[in-house]
């Protein structure tokens, strides 16, 4: 059984950054498919980055890319969200996930594994 322990949340101000991680036990990081989601209040789980086994990388382009960087770091079993130029839409539980996928799924359908949720608030 997998488990993911986020961490690296916090407040922040508009144009700062942060770096989340994920680190994960009961599994190898690198043969699994991961991703990370946001849930902002009364809103719906979005997809914002995923990195397949292989290490191709897909970003949700409307949102995230050019300030969001997804990693991958095999030796500590860990995968990184770095979030620069933050902005208050920004503004979410961030929710790092896992699955033997030969894809990337963009929807929380075939994720079997979850983290607890990391918050991250930028004010303005």
């Known amino acids: 059984q997998v488990q993911l322990v986020e961490s690296g949340g916090g407040l922040v101000q508009a144009g700062d950054s942060l770096r989340l991680s994920c680190a994960a036990s009961g599994g190898t990081i690198g043969v699994l498919t991961t991703a990370w989601f946001r849930q902002a209040p009364g809103k719906d789980r979005e997809f914002v980055a995923a990195m397949r086994w292989d290490g191709v990388i897909t970003y949700n382009s409307d949102s995230v890319e050019g300030r969001f960087t997804i990693s991958r770091e095999n030796a500590k079993n860990t995968v990184y969200l770095q979030m620069n130029s933050l902005k208050p839409e920004d503004t979410a539980v961030y929710y790092c996930?896992?699955?033997?996928?030969?894809?990337?799924?963009?929807?929380?359908?075939?994720?079997?594994?979850w983290g607890q949720g990391s918050q991250v608030t930028v004010s303005s």
């Open positions: 996930a896992a699955a033997v996928l030969a894809g990337v799924d963009l929807t929380t359908t075939q994720y079997r594994y």
